[in-house]
Each structure stands twice: as structure tokens, then as C-alpha cells.
T-cell receptor
């Protein structure tokens, strides 16, 4: 089955630790995106990548880092520099112009 | 700048029709999308408009006026399962890449 997977669904970390969220897609999509969603809020763009080995900062990139070494994979690292990391993180991919984004199931990160 | 506005919450009765409005401001408009999101889940794609006019898809229709920076999502024959948040998103291509800007979402409650 084609789709986007994110793991784990729930993640707990202590403050001061870096944590990496996984995002994998087998849709052969070029573009991939990371969003953050806080309770009662819309989606805010963290990073996005249009092609392998290239990515751009979104609106709230501070405290996050990404890599895009393979087309299928776009992992997001939440560093200890991120002030309020507790949130619902969504990964998405897009085939090309004129197409909609497809979302993964999300990872709910809790940092205490 | 970039801005998207939509009402925070709406209530409607099962079987009725509801219209959710969205206004936007962006310099590199490249399409408007509507997504449905149930609590704790990922958004799912509903509709896409890039040209002015109405797009119909079963019980859901979406309208776009680019000159007015305005869109609406029309839901007919409301069902209880339509209780969800509805996200308006604009795709922007100002930077030469495709970036999505999301509104904060409209939480729709369908009452029996």
C-alpha cells in the first residue's frame, strides 16, 4: 500500500534531549513537508523540501533541523533549543504542481 | 504579508447545509485547498480550486474568487460524522517553491 508513515505515534522525552521524528513515504513524491500543530491551532510550517539534498526553512524553523538524503525519507530533529517542543507533528508529501498534500498519521511529542 | 482568516467555530443541524468562509492574502497564489481534520488525526483532502468558480464533489463544494481573496466550503445534507475541523490552506509559489499556508481551522459541530 502506498502512503506516508510516521513513527512513533506517541513520543515522550525529557527536557534538554534532542529527539528525531521519522517520516517515510513510498508514493515517489518529490516534495515533503513538516508541520507543527498546537491545540486549537492550524498547521505551521517548520521545514520543507522540494527535491533530495535540498530543503528550506518554513515559518517556525528555529530549534529544528532536517535532512533529505533519500527521496523517501525526511526526518525531523527537535533540538533542545526549541523552547516549546510539546505538540502534534505532521509530515506531508506532494507529487507536484496541481496536486494536494498527503499527510502521515502524525506524532504527538510530549516533553517534560 | 500572508494571512488566512476563517471562523473559529460553527454549529449546524444534521441534514442542513453549512457554508464555511475563508479569506486570504498572499502574493504568490497558486491554489486554495480545503482539508477535513477529525480530532487527533491527520488532515484529509477535500477540494482544490485554482481558477474562479465552483468545484463540486458529492456533498462538498468549494468556491473561489481570486480577485476578492475569498473561498467557501459548502457542506450539504450534514451528517454527524461531518463534525470536525475544516482547514483552509493557500499554496504560495513566491519563492519558486510550493509552500502551504494554513488557516487556524473552523471547528464544525453537527447536532442531531
Amino acid at each position: 500500500d502506498g502512503g506516508i508513515t510516521q513513527s512513533p505515534k506517541y513520543l515522550f522525552r525529557k527536557e534538554g534531549q534532542n529527539v528525531t521524528l521519522s517520516c517515510e513515504q513510498n508514493l515517489n513524491h518529490d516534495a515533503m513537508y513538516w508541520y507543527r500543530q498546537d491545540p486549537g491551532q492550524g498547521l505551521r510550517l517548520i521545514y520543507y523540501s522540494q527535491i533530495v539534498n535540498d530543503f528550506q526553512k518554513g515559518d517556525i524553523a528555529e530549534g529544528y533541523s532536517v535532512s533529505r538524503e533519500k527521496k523517501e525519507s525526511f526526518p525531523l530533529t527537535v533540538t533542545s533549543a526549541q523552547k516549546n517542543p510539546t505538540a502534534f507533528y505532521l509530515c506531508a508529501s506532494m507529487a507536484g504542481a496541481g496536486d494536494e498534500q498527503y499527510f502521515g498519521p502524525g506524532t504527538r511529542l510530549t516533553v517534560t | 504579508g500572508q494571512n488566512i482568516d476563517q471562523p473559529t467555530e460553527m454549529t449546524a443541524t444534521e441534514g442542513a447545509i453549512v457554508q464555511i468562509n475563508c479569506t486570504y492574502q498572499t502574493s504568490g497564489f497558486n491554489g486554495l485547498f480545503w482539508y477535513q481534520q477529525h480530532a487527533g488525526e491527520a488532515p484529509t483532502f477535500l477540494s482544490y480550486n485554482v481558477l474562479d468558480g465552483l468545484e463540486e464533489k458529492g456533498r462538498f463544494s468549494s468556491f473561489l474568487s481570486r480577485s476578492k481573496g475569498y473561498s467557501y466550503l459548502l457542506l450539504k445534507e450534514l451528517q454527524m460524522k461531518d463534525s470536525a475541523s475544516y482547514l483552509c490552506a493557500v499554496r504560495d509559489s513566491t519563492s519558486g517553491t510550493y509552500k502551504y499556508i494554513f488557516g487556524t481551522g473552523t471547528r464544525l459541530k453537527v447536532l442531531a
